[in-house]
């Protein structure tokens, strides 16, 4: 029996011009970590995010969180908030510093960082002397965070927002692009991304020197001299020039894509607005604009008689690739020991959650597969 293709969950989707800058890069021998194309790359996201954006090309959303918290001062022994419900990378960075974390509970709507909960553990953590360096606080699956909100909590306590839009390029908050929103924001470009660069990711500040100053640590911290002299420790993180020309090949489709996605994820609601016990993850209000990165329900198995662990092994029997929702950071066995705030909303998305097929690759035939699968599942 001939086997199905496989249907992921979210592959890169080329535009078809990334080749040419690619092949310019080679061609001029630009195969390094900069060159035009870094440039390129760079001001081509400044102009689409706006607001005064200055952005610095680096290896990977990891390594432009990672310092974010340096910029911010972040030591050996501070403390740093951050959302529970995301992926580790949002968290990790907080460890390289032996800095301390703090994890908080998501709220329902949005299945972001909750408002009460973070304001409830600054209360906490400031009486105890404890005020944390930073927040780490997440647009998830492309979803903009209750930014007002946190913003107003994080500047009631002088804390600064560290804005992880990995998974939010194209999504918006009251027509404010995601990745302007924090004190620091950072962006992925990982190949599952909504754009992809391969591998890569970037800094975003509203001051030039911050950007600066990243591109500075990002290139091992070398001193202006004509020998290598080092006066701070620096690390290998700026993105490479060949791979920003994938990037701004692909910059010049990623409005289409951010359609594409927002396209499936309307064909998802349709199908699910009539399935008892089953919740799409939706904009709140008209505020919200989300890229819809990844389209995710969660299944009231008490409704379905059915759980999203059986969906997910239904359509792995089809060869369709889904995924459980993050596993809380406050659950993994690295970050047990760490504090939390809130109640169980993350746990409860995590126990009931899936997400679905959202590549903005996905065909016809794909959709009718996955289709096939929902129909003989909820129809059981």
Request: hydrophobic share 40%; proline share 4%.
């Amino acid at each position: 029996m001939t086997q199905l293709s496989k249907i992921w969950l979210s592959s890169p989707h080329m535009g078809g011009s990334e080749q040419k800058f690619v092949n310019e890069a080679f061609e001029t021998n630009w195969v390094a970590p900069l060159g035009p194309n870094v440039n390129g790359f760079e001001a081509d996201l400044e102009n689409y995010l706006g607001n005064d954006a200055n952005v610095a090309g680096l290896s990977s959303g990891t390594a432009a969180l990672h310092l974010a918290l340096i910029l911010l001062g972040v030591k050996p022994g501070d403390y740093v908030i951050c959302q529970s419900f995301t992926f580790s990378a949002s968290a990790n960075p907080i460890a390289y510093q032996c800095a301390i974390p703090v994890f908080v509970d998501s709220e329902p709507e949005t299945w972001n960082m909750c408002p009460k909960a973070l304001d409830e553990a600054l209360l906490d953590l400031s009486k105890k002397g404890r005020t944390p360096k930073a927040i780490v606080a997440v647009h998830l699956y492309g979803m903009p965070f209750k930014a007002d909100e946190l913003r107003a909590v994080a500047d009631k306590y002088g804390v600064p927002i560290v804005e992880d839009s990995a998974e939010a390029l194209g999504s918006t908050y009251k027509g404010q692009k995601c990745g302007t929103f924090g004190d620091i924001a950072i962006l992925s470009f990982n190949g599952n991304k909504i754009i992809t660069t391969s591998g890569g990711g970037a800094l975003v500040s509203k001051h030039k020197s911050i950007k600066e100053k990243a591109v500075f640590l990002a290139t091992q911290a070398r001193d202006n001299a004509p020998h290598y002299q080092h006066s701070e420790i620096g690390h290998n993180y700026r993105l490479s020039n060949i791979c920003a020309g994938i990037g701004r090949g692909q910059m010049e489709v990623l409005d289409a894509h951010v359609a594409l996605r927002r396209k499936t994820n309307d064909w998802y609601r349709e199908f699910f607005a009539d399935v008892d016990g089953v919740r799409i993850l939706s904009e709140p209000d008209s505020d919200y604009f989300s890229n819809h990165w990844l389209s995710a329900i969660t299944i009231d198995a008490n409704v379905v008689r059915k759980t999203r662990e059986d969906l997910r092994l239904a359509l792995e029997a089809e060869n369709i690739e889904s995924r459980p929702l993050w596993k809380p950071m406050h659950l993994q066995p690295v970050f047990s020991e760490s504090a939390y705030y809130g109640s169980d909303v993350c746990e409860q998305l995590f126990d009931n959650g899936l997400c679905l097929p959202s590549g903005s690759n996905l065909g016809i035939e794909e959709i009718e597969r996955i289709k096939a699968v929902f129909i003989d599942f909820f129809a059981k």
